[in-house]
Nanobody, 130 residues
């Protein structure tokens, strides 16, 4: 069965850190770019970060730049999102998704806001609160 499974969410105090994982089963991540999204209650889904299949290209939403780091370990078929200096406004369900790049720009994580993903995880909840 092809699926992505997120883990690592939980309750953390403001200023704290969490590391989210995104593990793929039933397929290999090697040829896919990986994207982390989040959705807070009552808000639209937001793209947080993207990493290319090789790991050589990454980008981040302005809201998380300098605090979050995306990475991947293709040997473990897993991607990660290290989140530091967490703020209450980071509270959301975090999802990972993958896509097979269809052009050069997409390969570099330069994609439109509504670019179609191939696979989605079910999400993991991150709550930042004192």
């Amino acid at each position: 069965q092809l699926q992505l499974v997120e883990s690592g969410g939980g309750l953390v105090q403001p200023g704290g850190s969490l590391r989210l994982s995104c593990a793929a089963t039933g397929f290999t991540l090697n040829s896919y770019n990986i994207v982390w999204f989040r959705q807070a209650p009552g808000k639209e889904r937001e793209r947080v970060s993207c990493i290319s299949s090789s790991g050589g290209s990454t980008n981040y939403a302005d809201s998380v730049k300098g605090r979050f780091t995306i990475s991947r370990d293709n040997a473990k078929n897993t991607a990660y999102l290290q989140m530091n200096s967490l703020k209450p406004e980071d509270t959301a369900v975090y999802y990972c998704a993958t896509y097979a790049p269809r052009n050069v720009l997409a390969r570099l994580c330069i994609i439109a806001r509504d670019y179609g993903m191939d696979y989605w995880g079910k999400g993991t909840l991150v709550t930042v609160s004192s």
